[in-house]
């Protein structure tokens, strides 16, 4: 048997919700080829959703109203523009108004280079809006972290996933020494290309600081990560969603204000994510993160500051 | 376009009213009263500015939750932002919905809410309110059916009608053959914009097209019920009924009368069922009560 990956837990959490938890799972097309990636049990409590997007979304609002605690499956992150209504709306706000909470496991699964609606990240919406818990897990343990919260807690979670981490089955652990010249907190699959460019960065005699983000809301600036940046003096925030207005601006500014020392932001290009190369606007590879690492340090050095 | 069907005597059954046992009759006219004198309190409280919160009056409109109330007496209720009627008809307390539209803790959300998400949960009622997207009751509604299994009673207005989801979630429910009974209280508007400069179909069209039984009827009580008792049979099933909003969109402000007055004509209809004596003093305990509500 092979390592358990982030689809094998998210498949076994699942089954276990489904059949023994009450629990229900609704979603477009998740019984189709490939069960969502192979994160969807066959098994009883799954509802097929029409092609209603709007509706589906609240008529999962609607189970979560009754106690079921649904798992919402959003094939696509962009969708979350039709399916948001019902969560930012209702589930978001219910427990604020009414002292009754609504309970939904949003999985809002991210891609990469297949188009202008099916490779967005949308997170950073959610962040904006109160009410709603947000993460974006990517490793197995983290996963069942972040379930164990949902549990314990009845509002809605908004979990940002992203399917370059579907066949993951190692832990993120973060990279942390006392000569690392720049920190990095990357989140979502930019995490995996933190790690590379970390390695990329150290072998060019660099030290490099990987502080891994995974709760974007609430966002507990503490210890774990502060200390590197204090001690780095230079921290970079990378995001897999758009810059402007994004989950990597709101973190470097809430660092860059409990530090004192200026965080940069790193994210996509304010630009359409299209489907032909030149134009795909993909995530922060290992490359450009490096880079960018480089142009702060040599900026620091030279006595500026540089653009993220 | 479809021809329109909004009247007064629209679907009504004829005699109706005599059909049913005297008590019941005058239980569905005490509910009408207990709602209808409770927002004349409240009309008053908005003029005299004890009320500032902006409210959503059922006030011409009591006969739907009166009469529904009646019927669907174990069902989850999810109600449009209209709500103060079906919240008192189907048992809500009284009180705790004046605190909540004063903006006070012992509000039934706590005062934070306000006249347009009303909800209860407290002497066996089941009701979620509404946040003020139109129509988003209706998927939630189809939602908690599913995931509870219990019959639902959703009300929405014929503005909500037109919202796509709307639309999309009574598809689903038919297609699951879930226990809800959708009742669109028709008050022809949309603000102030009547349905015939909205749209050109009728809702009921669409929603037989889904699969399900529906009703297009006027807003006589007897004739809701026993249009209602039918169909909560055969769920899920749809009730079109045409209302008269007495006051604005928002707030306590009128724009003249409304098409027809149903509460005299259900008053004449006790009197000529020989009940206008015990009607005479269920409205003056109602009207006694809400006033006494209501004092400063």
Known sequence: MGAVTVADTIREITRVHLESNNGMLLGQCVSAVGWVNNTVPDCRNIVELPMTDVAGAGIAVGAAMVGRRPIFVVRFQDFLVLNGSALIFYAAKSKELHGRGTPIFVRAIASDGIGPVHSGVLHSMFMHFPGFRVCSPMAPKEYEAIWADFLAHDDPMIVSEHRASFNNSEELDDLVSEDAVITLYPISATRFEAVKAAEMLAAEGIRCNVVHILWLKPLVIDERMTGPLCRSGQGLVVDAGHEIAGASQAIAYQLTRVTGIPVLAMGLSDSTKCLCPPFQNRIPDAERIADAARILLRSKSSGGMAGG | ?296
């Open chain 2, 1 to 296: 376009m479809r021809g329109n069907m909004r009247s007064a005597t629209t679907g009504v059954l004829q005699n109706i009213a005599s059909s049913f046992p005297a008590n019941e009759s005058l239980e569905i006219y005490r509910r009408m009263c207990i709602s209808r004198h409770f927002e004349l309190g409240l009309v008053r409280a908005v003029k005299e500015k004890r009320v500032t919160y902006p409210v959503y009056l059922s006030l011409g409109q009591e006969t739907v939750a009166a009469a529904l109330s009646m019927v669907l007496r174990d069902f989850m209720i999810f109600t449009q932002h209209r709500c103060h009627a079906t919240f008192l008809c189907f048992g809500g307390p009284a009180g705790k919905l004046r605190d909540e539209l004063m903006g006070l803790p012992t509000g039934t959300s706590g005062g934070r809410a306000g006249s347009n998400c009303i909800q209860c949960h407290e002497n066996g009622v089941t009701m979620f309110g509404h946040h003020g997207l139109i129509g988003e009751n209706v998927p939630q509604a189809v939602g908690a059916a599913l995931g509870s299994g219990r019959p639902v009673v959703c009300f929405f207005g014929d503005g909500a009608a037109e919202e796509d989801y709307v639309v999309a979630a009574i598809g689903f429910a038919s297609t699951h053959r879930l226990p809800i009974l959708f009742v669109c209280e028709d008050n022809d508007l949309s603000i102030l914009t009547p349905v015939e400069k909205r749209r050109s179909w009728r809702f009921g069209d669409v929603a037989a097209s889904l699969g399900m039984k529906t009703v297009e009827i006027a807003d006589d009580p007897w004739t809701i019920a026993d249009r209602a008792r039918e169909l909560k049979n055969d769920l899920p099933a749809f009730m079109n009924i045409h209302v008269c909003r007495s006051n604005w969109h928002v707030g306590a402000g009128t724009d003249g009368a409304p098409e027809w007055d149903r509460f005299s004509f259900v008053e004449s209809e006790l009197g000529m069922l020989g009940l206008g004596k015990e009607a005479a003093a269920v409205k003056a305990e109602s009207a006694d009560a809400m006033e006494a509500l209501w004092a400063p």
